[in-house]
């Protein structure tokens, strides 16, 4: 190994331990948002599973129960779960897996720069300025997002040389990689490669040099061909979750809509000529979407365009936690924060901009600069054209948006995305698509390293000064305006969890980025300028290690940890739910997700250790997912795919608790086996509580009904036609109904359904009760006097199969949907025992096919190693 990757290696590193030698080894553990409170739970849930010898496939404990495949973040089968088989605490297995594709994101970065023949101090430039730069960095608290952009780079090498060299092999190896992303939990970033894969094989088709090679080309290796091919064996690879995933989505909030959202579901509207519909054709795609549906969490997550100025000034908006310090809040169009910080580094992101260029270019940087600017545009999601517009409409004409008649994201290029593209509503948050970027900037920044920092050092070294210049002078100029600035920031509204806006130290962090970019700057003109002879030797290594140690100061307190000790605190409320159930199933509480439960206090003040007490409140409160551990079912759990008649069923039973008393009126829950109930918050966040009653008229788990009403199923999935199924199911003339004694089922083929006949309810003498409960296998012994319906109140799923056993003789049984959640049998009279095994066939079909799919690729792969080794060796 050169003295050059040896450096290049130690930095990497360096900036590694700087931000994770923490949590790697140390008794500290990441504490921010879905890091701590979403797949800490769930993978230790997952590997609870796999430890009693079960494929994660049911979970019990979210609503009613959820399918695992069918979403994707659980990312059961991804390969680099093997991590968590290692002989150590489950907690050093999180953090050895999330960090360990940091780690990855260098390394293909770093491959793929010296792939498109950059230089070894350009190509580290890149790993490091890609890998530590804010927009990936900060992933390691959305972990299944990492994981697509640790595999990005290797997808670009592939398909650059499927697309350049024509070969099958290579379109095997995309497709590999799609499939990758898609296991490991970023079935969007699967999406952005094949997208971009294309648009690369468009600007190798008008590209001379590229059309200069000759290689001999049949419809077999022609472009389009091994882009299908390429997208054909990620599917198939990958089928085991699209199947499942594709299934749930459909019966998800996702595919919910009350008007067209795209130009495909507008076609298919047309189509079908439905005239509730005709009427607003364009509402869904012109105008704002609806708030609380899938279309608004659409564009959740937008990068406002003035946080650009993070790519020059690191931290320029403040930071996030643990106090807040993000003063940005205080702009009335700012959105949800995505990532703290957009900075890669002032020498890669200056480097990147003097390299980019569509015209008098080779098509790499042509597609590298159209790739980033496109990327860029995305990002903004919500702020499209139509938010300029309502912008300019109330500075000039002091008119409110909604005279507008026009949507804010219109116009914008995610909106593009939305509308044009196939599936692309499906996906949320637009900022993802700031990984692509920063991969641009990266792989520009690794050209620019080569092609202006050698050449023509005098140009760049200037630019450094004017930037010094002007970052000085706009310090100057916000010391002057102190006064203005923080009478403004007074009104700025206190962030419910990180309390009122830190104001000092939001005025600081302006400070210190300008001065951080200017003193920067100052020092790499110094470094470029400089007429020392071993100054000049040690240049390229002097500006990597700058680059590394900056990265690690602006962005390393991202990654701030809280104490282990947290995770093996006690949970006094689950411990008394778990000692009072006398039950062999979980015990179930309702917990609104649109509760106002958070501490009031921490609206009031700011502290250091936030983020500790927030995990140790959320783990002591049960907040979803910290209840899977315990092993305790929660109604109310967020999923990133929530079914839509879940949803609906919530969104009325919020509805009438507060227009009825519960205590008199019953409540819908009382129905789902919900025995406790959150109702409010503790006073103080010390307290780490929130108020749980208990619900006397829970239902059982399971129970007899002797009457039948049957409904066609539902074949309009507009959220208004949900709900009023919801309605109709369980409300009848304004009172709740009697779902004790009358089963609602949706069949499409009610003759088949037994005709019970009406017997007094005294000489009824039915028994029902669970003997065996686990995940995927649920036994319920029944006793009947008479014909009857089993109720079983967990979510009603087509890959549960059930199975009558009376007398030793086993009988397959039908399992009905019944009243809108929940799973029924029809029994005769008798003593039974019933049988529910989860076998979905989608399952298992598409591990039959990507199985054998993996098995194909890895054998064509082995052999092409060998025969390459072969050839070697012969010359």
């Not at 080309?217 to 198939?236: F, I, K, M």
């Not at 908006?317 to 910080?341: D, H, I, K, M, Y």
């Not at 239902?699 to 009403?709: D, G, K, S, V, Y």
Request: glycine residues 6%; hydrophobic residues 45%.
């Amino acid at each position: 190994m050169t003295r050059t990757r040896l450096f290049i290696v130690a930095t990497i590193a360096v900036a590694f331990l700087w931000c994770f030698g923490s949590v790697l080894f140390r008794d500290r553990s990441f504490g921010f948002r879905d890091a701590a409170n979403y797949y800490y739970p769930l993978f230790e849930w997952e590997c609870g599973e796999w430890r009693t010898g079960r494929l994660p496939l049911w979970n019990p404990l979210d609503n009613g129960g959820t399918p695992v495949l069918a979403d994707t973040t659980s990312s059961v089968l991804y390969p680099g779960k093997i991590l968590f088989v290692l002989p150590v605490s489950y907690r050093l297995r999180y953090h050895l897996y999330v960090t360990a594709h940091i780690l990855l994101a260098a390394g293909m970065a770093y491959r793929l720069a010296r792939h498109w023949r950059y230089s070894l101090e350009g190509s580290g430039l890149a790993a490091i300025s890609y890998a530590f730069g804010g927009s990936v960095l900060f992933q390691y608290c959305n972990v299944v997002f990492l994981v697509g952009a640790a595999w990005l780079p290797f997808g670009l090498i592939a398909a650059d040389r499927m697309l350049r060299e024509r070969r099958v092999g290579w379109a095997l190896a995309l497709g590999a990689t799609l499939a990758l992303m898609v296991l490991g939990g970023d079935p969007q970033a699967a999406y952005h490669t094949g997208m971009i894969s294309a648009l690369y094989a468009v600007l190798l088709r008008y590209d001379r040099a590229a059309s200069s090679i000759r290689i001999p080309t049949t419809w077999r290796n022609s472009r389009p061909a091994l882009l299908a091919t390429a997208a054909s064996a990620g599917v198939c690879l990958s089928l085991v979750q699209i199947l499942p995933a594709t299934e749930w989505t459909r019966q998800s909030s996702r595919d919910a809509s009350d008007t067209p959202r795209n130009a495909y579901e507008t076609v298919a509207a047309l189509w079908s000529g439905q005239p509730s519909e005709q009427q607003e054709y364009g509402s869904g795609i012109l105008s704002n979407p609806k708030p609380g549906t899938h279309l608004s969490h659409v564009y959740e997550f937008s990068i406002g365009p003035w946080h650009l100025a993070e790519f020059v000034w690191p931290n320029f908006f403040g930071r996030l936690f643990p106090r807040n310090e993000r003063w940005s809040t205080a702009f009335p169009g700012e959105g949800r924060t995505w990532t703290p910080s957009l900075y890669v580094g002032l020498l890669p992101f200056f480097l990147a901009i003097c390299s980019w260029r569509v015209r008098r270019c080779d098509a790499r940087v042509r597609f590298l600069s159209l790739v980033t600017l496109i990327a860029l545009l995305a990002s903004f999601g919500w702020y499209g054209i139509g938010w300029l517009l309502h912008e300019l409409r109330a500075s000039l004409l002091n008119e409110p948006p909604e005279t507008s008649g026009i949507g804010a994201p219109v116009g914008g290029v995610y909106w593009l995305f939305v509308t044009l593209l196939p599936g692309y509503v499906y996906f949320r948050y637009p900022a993802k698509l700031l990984v692509i970027a920063s991969l641009g900037i990266s792989m520009l920044a690794a050209r620019g390293w080569d092609k202006l920092l050698v050449k023509r050092t005098r140009h760049i070294a200037l630019l450094f000064v004017i930037l010094s210049a002007t970052s000085l002078f706009a310090a100057a100029m916000f010391g002057v305006l102190q006064t203005p600035w923080k009478s403004w920031l007074s009104s700025a509204s206190a962030d419910t969890i990180f309390g009122p806006l830190d104001i000092a130290a939001a005025t600081n962090g302006v400070l210190a980025a300008f001065l951080h970019t200017a003193i920067l700057g100052l020092a790499y003109w110094c470094l470029l300028r400089s007429p020392n002879a071993i100054l000049s030797r040690s240049r390229g290594v002097l500006l990597l290690g700058i680059t590394a140690l900056e990265l690690c100061w602006a962005n390393g307190w991202m990654t701030h940890s809280i104490p282990g000790h947290i995770w093996s605190a006690r949970q006094p409320l689950a411990e008394a739910i778990c000692a009072e159930s006398t039950t062999l199933t979980p015990p179930r509480l309702y917990r609104d997700s649109s509760a106002a439960l958070l501490p009031k206090a921490w609206s009031q003040t700011g502290d250091d250790d936030r983020l500790a007490d927030v995990v140790a409140w959320e783990r002591a409160t049960l907040l979803p997912k910290h209840h899977l551990p315990s092993g305790i079912a929660i109604i109310g759990s967020h999923t990133t795919l929530t079914s839509a008649d879940w949803q609906s069923f919530l969104r009325v039973a919020r509805q009438w608790d507060r227009a009825h008393v519960p205590e008199q009126h019953g409540s819908l829950l009382d129905s789902m086996s919900a025995v406790r109930i959150a109702t409010g918050t503790a006073s103080t966040p010390k307290d780490a509580d929130i108020d749980v009653v208990l619900n006397p008229r829970a239902f059982p788990r399971a129970w007899i009904t002797h009457e039948i009403e049957v409904l066609q199923p539902l074949r309009d999935h507009t959220l208004a036609a949900i709900e009023q199924r919801t309605r109709e199911v369980f409300i009848d003339n304004r009172r709740l109904r009697d779902l004790r004694t009358v089963s609602i089922l949706e069949t499409a083929v009610p003759q088949r359904l037994p005709v019970f006949e009406k017997a007094s309810k005294a000489k009824r003498s039915d028994l029902c009760e669970i003997s065996y409960y686990s995940t995927q296998h649920i036994e319920i012994d029944v006793n009947l006097s008479e014909p009857g319906c089993l109720m079983l109140c967990d979510s009603f799923d087509q890959g549960w199969q059930a199975e009558r056993i009376t007398g030793g003789i086993s009988t397959d049984l039908a399992i009905y949907r019944a009243n809108r959640l929940m799973r029924a049998v029809i029994l005769p009279a008798g003593t039974h025992r019933v049988v529910y095994r989860y076998r979905p066939p989608t399952f298992v079909l598409g591990a039959w096919i990507s199985g054998i799919a993996w098995m194909l690729v890895i054998v064509g792969a082995i052999l092409r190693l060998l025969r390459a080794k072969d050839t070697t060796n012969a010359t």
